[in-house]
C-alpha cells in the first residue's frame, strides 16, 4: 500500500512564525503536491514537484514556497504565517507526470495561525 | 479554463437507497476524470477511473457513468450503508487534478 506520511495532524503557530511541513511518500512516486482545502472553496494546489529539486507554482503559492532535496519528501513552507493561512493542508503523491495515474494523499495538517 | 460543478453540497439518502451524484464540466472533454472519497478530517482517497471512451464503469457497490456529450458523470452506490456516509469528490485533468468541491452524502439508517 501508498503511504503517505504528513509530520503532524494539528499544528497551531502564531502570526509571523515560519512553519514547515513535512510530507512523505514510501513507493517513490515521482510527483508530490502541496493542497490546501478550506469550506466552500474545495482543494487549491499551492506547489507540486515533478522531479527531486524541481517544483512548479500551483493556484495559490503566494506565501508558500516548497523543498524537495529528496525524491520521497516534499516540504511546504511559510515563510511568515498569516491568519489566512489557517486550513487544512493535505499533501499527495502520484506515479509520473501527465499520465492517468491517481493521487494518494496523506492524512492532512490542520493548521491554525493566532 | 475548465470549472468542475458538484452540484449538490449535501444529499440525504435512507439506507438500502441508491445514491446518484452527478459531477459537471464546462468546457473540453477531459481524456478521464477520477472519483474520490474523503471523511472529515482526513484526505481524499481514490475509488475509480472513468476514460472518454468507457460509458460506464464498476466496482462492487459503485458505478460511474462519463457522459461527453452531456459534459457529465454521475456516480451511484447502490444498495448505499450508512459507512458509505462520506463527501465525494470528482477531479478531471487540466495540467494536474483539479477537483471538485464535493457532495456531502449523508445515508440514514
Known amino acids: 500500500d501508498v503511504k503517505v506520511t504528513q509530520s503532524s495532524r494539528y499544528l497551531v503557530k502564531r502570526t509571523g512564525e515560519k512553519v514547515f511541513l513535512e510530507c512523505v511518500q514510501d513507493?517513490?512516486?515521482?510527483?508530490m503536491f502541496w493542497y490546501r482545502q478550506d469550506p466552500g472553496l474545495g482543494l487549491r494546489l499551492i506547489y507540486f514537484s515533478y522531479d527531486v529539486k524541481m517544483k512548479e507554482k500551483g493556484d495559490i503559492p503566494e506565501g508558500y514556497s516548497v523543498s524537495r532535496e529528496k525524491k520521497e519528501r516534499f516540504s511546504l513552507i511559510l515563510e511568515s504565517a498569516s491568519t489566512n493561512q489557517t486550513s487544512m493542508y493535505l499533501c499527495?503523491?502520484?506515479?509520473?507526470?501527465?499520465?492517468?495515474?491517481?493521487?494518494?494523499f496523506g492524512p492532512g495538517t490542520r493548521l491554525t495561525v493566532t | 479554463s475548465q470549472k468542475i460543478e458538484q452540484n449538490s453540497e449535501a444529499l440525504n439518502i435512507q439506507e438500502g437507497k441508491t445514491a446518484t451524484l452527478t459531477c459537471n464540466y464546462t468546457?473540453?472533454?477531459?481524456?478521464?476524470l477520477q472519483w474520490y472519497r474523503q471523511d472529515p478530517g482526513r484526505g481524499p482517497v481514490f475509488l475509480l477511473l472513468?476514460?472518454?471512451?468507457?460509458k460506464e464503469k464498476r466496482k462492487e457497490r459503485l458505478k460511474v457513468t462519463f457522459d461527453t456529450t452531456l459534459k457529465q458523470s454521475l456516480f451511484h452506490i447502490t444498495a448505499s450503508q450508512p459507512a458509505d456516509s462520506a463527501t465525494y469528490l470528482c477531479a478531471l485533468p487540466q495540467g494536474n487534478l483539479i477537483f471538485g468541491k464535493g457532495t456531502k452524502l449523508s445515508v440514514k439508517p
Open positions: 472513468i476514460r472518454e471512451n468507457e
Open positions: 468546457n473540453y472533454s477531459p481524456a478521464y
Open positions: 499527495a503523491s502520484s506515479l509520473a507526470f501527465g499520465a492517468t495515474h491517481e493521487q494518494y
Open positions: 513507493m517513490d512516486h515521482e510527483n
